[in-house]
C-alpha cells in the first residue's frame, strides 16, 4: 500500500519536524510492524480544526482512504482487521486482551509518572499559542501549576523507575514484552519512552536496566525508524 492511501494526523512542535506525542508513536510503531507507510500530517494544538472531519479532536487520526479512524487502540485493531495477511500486531487475536491492558496500565501509570519528570520539557516544545493551551490543560488535569507537577524531580525519577518494575521483570526473562519478537503490547509502553525522549534530554532509565537494552532494540527496528526520529537533542535528524 501508498503512502497516499493511509494518512496520519500527529502532534508536533514549534518545529514540525518533532513528532512526540506517546500515542502517535504507537500507531507508527504498528504501522511500520505492519510494513504500511503512511502521510504524516503534522498537527498543533490550535490547528485542531483540521482534524474536526473526525469528529473528535485528538490526535492520532488515522484517514485509511473514506474512513477515519481516532484513538492509537482503535487505529491498532482497525490494521490488525483491515489488513490480515500483513504481520500480526498481537501475535494471535487471543494476545488482544493482554495488549489490551498493557495499553491500559501505560496510558494510566506510565504516562502520568513519565509526566512528573519532563512535563516543563514537553511545555517548552511549544510555540506560544500552544505553550497557552498546554498549561491550562494540563494544570486542570494535575490540579497544580506545571512546575509543582515536576517539583523534586530526581524524587520524581525514582518513582518513575520504581513504577516500571512489572515491566522490568517481564524483561529479565525475555527480549519483548510479547515474547521473542515485538508486538503491540510494546508500542505501547515504548511510544512513553519515545515522547521522553523527543522532548526531553533527561535519561530516564539506567544504564545497565533490562528496559534500557529493550528501549534499544526498538529503536533499532524498521531501519531504526525510532532513533532517527527528530528530538530536542538533534531537531533537524
Not at 485493531?77 to 489488513?83: A, C, I, K, S, V
Not at 496510558?107 to 512535563?119: E, G, H, S, Y
Request: hydrophobic content about 45%.
Amino acid at each position: 500500500m501508498s503512502a497516499t492511501d493511509l494518512t496520519l494526523y500527529e502532534l508536533a512542535g514549534a518545529n514540525p519536524n518533532l513528532r512526540f506525542s506517546p500515542h502517535c508513536w504507537k500507531v507508527l510503531m504498528a504501522l511500520a510492524h505492519k510494513g504500511l507507510a503512511a502521510e504524516r500530517v503534522p498537527l498543533r494544538f490550535a490547528d485542531k480544526d483540521k482534524i474536526a472531519f473526525s469528529g473528535q479532536s485528538l490526535v492520532p487520526v488515522l484517514v485509511d482512504r473514506k474512513e477515519t479512524v481516532s484513538d492509537s487502540w482503535r487505529i491498532a485493531l482497525h490494521l490488525e482487521d483491515r489488513f490480515p495477511a500483513l504481520p500480526s500486531l498481537f501475535g494471535d487475536r487471543g494476545a488482544i486482551p493482554v495488549a489490551r491492558f498493557v495499553n491500559s496500565w501505560a496510558d494510566t501509570v506510565l504516562l502520568p509518572a513519565v509526566a512528573r519528570v519532563i512535563l516543563i520539557d514537553v511545555y517548552n516544545c511549544f510555540d506560544a499559542d500552544d505553550r497557552s493551551y498546554f498549561r491550562s490543560s494540563r494544570e486542570k488535569r494535575f490540579g497544580m501549576p506545571l512546575e509543582a507537577v515536576v517539583a523534586d524531580q530526581p524524587g520524581r525519577l525514582i518513582d518513575l523507575r520504581k513504577a516500571l518494575l512489572p515491566v522490568r521483570q517481564v524483561l529479565t526473562k525475555q527480549a519483548f514484552i510479547g515474547g521473542e519478537a515485538p508486538t503491540y503490547a510494546d508500542y505501547c509502553v515504548f511510544g512513553m519512552f519515545m515522547w521522553a525522549r523527543g522532548c526531553s534530554t533527561i535519561e530516564v532509565l539506567e544504564v545497565d536496566d533490562p528496559i534500557a537494552v529493550w528501549r534499544e532494540r526498538l529503536l533499532d527496528a524498521f531501519g531504526g525508524m525510532a532513533r532517527s526520529a527528530p528530538s530536542v537533542q538533534c531537531p533537524g535528524a
